[in-house]
């Protein structure tokens, strides 16, 4: 089983809908989690953190779940600049190895 | 901003060569990791090094050595280049550990035929 794991989509919604993609890790010490974004053929770039309480930038708003160990990005008001693969990013406890998931794929369509 | 400069952004090689990837930052951070990125696979750890002179293997280390002479310059290493090691192979650095402020480079696509 993978340490983190992603729909890897693509998801395909029109400019302005709202979109929700979700993440669940393995290991319970998981410490600090992250959403990064890469576009493609580029390198990934933190998108941004995510605390428990929950966490807004804008039209990005960021959940986690430490008992269902599960992590949520929602965008929301969808533009075509935010198609990208959105990665899904892990800190082990004790470890400063950051663990990456897959991605999941994001095509905004006008 | 943090730069995180590799040396080469495609590069085709033969089976058997050795191969070296240059990663420099001009940050002075102290944290710096190679990965390689395969799809289906995501992002592994390959090598990483917390200190000059320092390395540790990550997950993926078979095939490769690193080498940090200097506080900004990461080198990966294949010893023999095989086809199965073509990929995209990304630098990062970090100032501290934590997770937080990791900088990539652009990557290197490498070719091993």
């Known amino acids: 089983r993978k340490e983190v794991e992603q729909d890897p989509g693509p998801f395909n919604v029109p400019e302005g809908a709202t979109v929700a993609f979700n993440c669940t890790y393995s290991?319970?010490?998981?410490?600090?989690f992250f959403w990064y974004r890469q576009d493609c053929r580029k390198e990934p770039k933190l998108l941004m953190s995510?605390?428990?309480s929950g966490n807004e930038d804008g039209r990005f708003t960021a959940q986690l779940n430490r008992a269902s160990q599960y992590i949520s990005l929602l965008i929301r008001d969808s533009k075509l600049s935010d198609s990208a693969t959105y990665l899904c990013?892990?800190?082990?406890?004790?470890?400063?190895?950051?663990?990456f998931g897959t991605g999941t794929r994001l095509q905004v369509f006008p | 901003d943090v730069k995180v400069t590799q040396s080469s952004r495609y590069l085709v090689k033969r089976t058997g060569e050795k191969v070296f990837l240059e990663c420099v930052q001009d940050?002075?951070?102290?944290?710096m990791f190679w990965y390689r990125q395969d799809p289906g696979l995501g992002l592994r750890l390959i090598y990483f090094?917390?200190?000059?002179?320092?390395?540790e293997k990550g997950d993926i280390p078979e095939g490769y050595s690193v080498s940090r002479e200097k506080k900004e310059r990461f080198s990966l290493i294949l010893e023999s280049a095989s086809t199965n090691q073509t990929s995209m192979y990304l630098c990062?650095?970090?100032?501290?550990?934590?997770?937080?402020?990791?900088?990539f480079g652009s990557g290197t696509r490498l070719t091993v035929v």
């Open positions: 990062a650095s970090s100032l501290d550990t934590g997770g937080y402020g990791y900088t």
């Open positions: 290991n319970s010490a998981s410490q600090s």
């Open positions: 995510v605390y428990s």
């Open positions: 990013v892990v800190l082990i406890y004790n470890t400063d190895k950051l663990i």
């Open positions: 940050m002075d951070h102290e944290n």
């Open positions: 090094s917390y200190d000059v002179k320092m390395k």
